[in-house]
């Protein structure tokens, strides 16, 4: 049994924490976590990707009705703040909800290359979600797991860099003479 007034103040640091971090990471019912930008509004998170030109979204298994878990960082240390199981809704194109969180998104959206209608875009190419919260957080200041959490790293295709050639260093920093 959880105490009185609890549920208010789970609910007041799942959005307060949301709203000051920059990235969240979202994961879905498949693939490993993934860092997104987003904005929050009413009472959910929105996000938009899957487009040419946007976050990909694919992989993580978000699917209108479906679940995800959201993991929020601390603005100040940066470390794991918060996390919420989410229920995922996928306004349809053009409808109230779906303008009222693109009218959000397209004020935090930066360098996007065609500002000026990027709504018409994301209405054609992309995908716009709302993870709205369920339930009280899995983890919160006083009930966080032991241990890092910490994933292994991905596998990848991509490799270090070659050692530096020996007369390098030579070269940039050697003194002009006058």
């Known amino acids: 049994m959880t105490a009185p007034g609890t549920e208010l103040l789970d609910q007041a640091l799942v959005e307060e924490a949301t709203k000051k971090s920059g990235l969240v990471w979202v994961r879905g019912p498949e693939g490993p976590s ?18 040419p030109l946007e ?12 679940t995800a878990t959201v993991t929020v960082r601390s603005k100040d240390k940066g470390g794991r703040l918060v996390a919420w199981s989410a229920r995922v ?43 709205v919260p369920e339930g009280e957080p899995a983890q919160k200041p006083g009930a966080m797991p032991d241990g890092s959490q910490a994933a ?9 860099r070659l050692p530096q050639p020996a007369g ?6 050697r003194r002009r003479r006058k």
């Open 89 to 131: 809704a996928e306004p349809e194109v053009g409808g109230e909800a779906w303008q009222a969180a693109v009218d959000e998104l397209k004020g935090k959206r930066l360098n996007a290359p065609d500002a000026d209608t990027v709504t018409e875009r994301w209405a054609r190419e992309c995908r716009v979600l709302r993870l």
């Open 55 to 66: 976050q990909p979204l694919e992989g993580l298994g978000l699917v209108d009705g479906g």
């Open 34 to 51: 993934r860092a997104l930008w987003h904005v929050w509004h009413d009472g959910a998170v929105c996000l938009v990707g899957d487009g």
């Open 168 to 173: 390098l260093p030579k070269l940039l920093f």
């Open 152 to 160: 292994a790293p991905l596998s990848t295709d991509a490799t270090t």
